[in-house]
């Protein structure tokens, strides 16, 4: 079971230099007139009232993005450059943040999360009639971009207890056209990387982490993103740092880090031209667009800042809620997350499972009616109308049934403040009232 120590640390508000991922706050170099405090403390409020005031609504919505008060400062900046296509200042800017923080070799930023697992899988060469294993518990992005290469998603169940792959389950799985692994780390808790890896390395396989979830989190002191040979997130604005919608790409290989740059430039190479490598550019092999613009760009690099003060307030939002529902874990009414000893999670969701359909359906409603926007979470794809005509499925997936018919994700925000014992305390009510 999780306690508050196995997450990460909390750390002041004040606190939004980033000792911990080794990136400095105020790194900018403004082109602008725009003069931003250079006081990392202080936040300047540049929103319209009205989201303001969607704070102060009596409904406790699922979902708020975050907002680090910059954001728009930094798109002004980004304006006045003059260059609001993709790859330029600020494109880099996020990009450098993240291989710092990662230690990574190259981060490539992409307009979403789909789109990295897309070019991860033009990487990994999967040709019509290779194999990727990975849970049927996921997002349908996960294995659209297998089935986009003619390729199949093989789906096994997931663990009971984190909702990740079931690691014992992957061998039995692998056959003659299996090419990689594509782990998802659910809601910010590692998958079992070690076994992951092992079995990978005994088979020759790919290991892609589709870290959507887990900015920041850590397997073993590792940080998610740099466990396999290429990684992927979200910064869709449901995630602990966002830009509407965005993503990237880690490429933990060097030798494949220039192909990346082709894959994201149209198939390219474009990079090698703007770097001065060659001089013209040209369609090298396939690729698309996958870059975000100028606007997108400065919009996250904003919010990269604030990733330490979102991140410990999300944490707090999940720590009072696995404290508030203990007590109905024992009493058999719900399962909490488990976060393994190993792992240290970023509070990116949090979810029960209630002991039936039934009972799950009933709690959103109720919750509902209360102003508490509660909602399901992953559609099992193996028995989806696509999991069925693109993918396969190795042995029966019991788990990922089940979880996915009896798990809640509860509202979960930076700065939530006390609206989370308002919604602890309906779950508890709701909860006290449907259990047998
Ligand atoms: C596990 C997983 N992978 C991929 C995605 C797709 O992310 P994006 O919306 O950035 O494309 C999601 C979406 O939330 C997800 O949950």
Known sequence: MIDSAKSMPIIGLGAIRHKRYGVQEQDYDFAGDLAISAAPTVVRRCYPASLADSRMSPVIPFNLPPESGREIDLIRDAIARHQISGGGYYTKACESWLETALQAPRALLTHSCTGALEMAALLAELAPGDEVIMPSFTFVSTANAVALRRAVPVFVDIRPDTL??????????????????????????????????????????????????????????????????FACFSFHETKNVVSGEGGALIVNRRNLVERAEIIRDKGTNRARFMQGLVDKYSWVSLGSSYVPSEIVAAFLRAQLDAIERFTSDRLQTWNYYHAAFADIEKRGHARRPHVPDHTRHNGHLYYLVLPTPEIRNQLIETLRQENVHAIFHYVPLHSSEGGRRYGRTSGMLPVTDQVSACLVRLPLWYGMGEKRARVADRVLGQLAALSP
């Not at 389950?169 to 056209?177: Q, V």
């Not at 079995?199 to 396999?228: F, Q």
């Open 164 to 229: 990740n792959i079931d690691e014992r389950l992957i061998e039995s799985a692998i056959g003659p056209r299996t090419r990689a692994i594509l782990v998802v780390h659910y809601a910010g808790v590692c998958a079992e990387m070690d076994v992951v890896c092992e079995i990978a390395e005994r088979y020759g396989l790919m290991v892609i982490e589709d870290a959507a979830h887990a900015l920041m989190s850590e397997y073993r002191g590792r940080l998610a993103g740099t466990l396999g040979e």
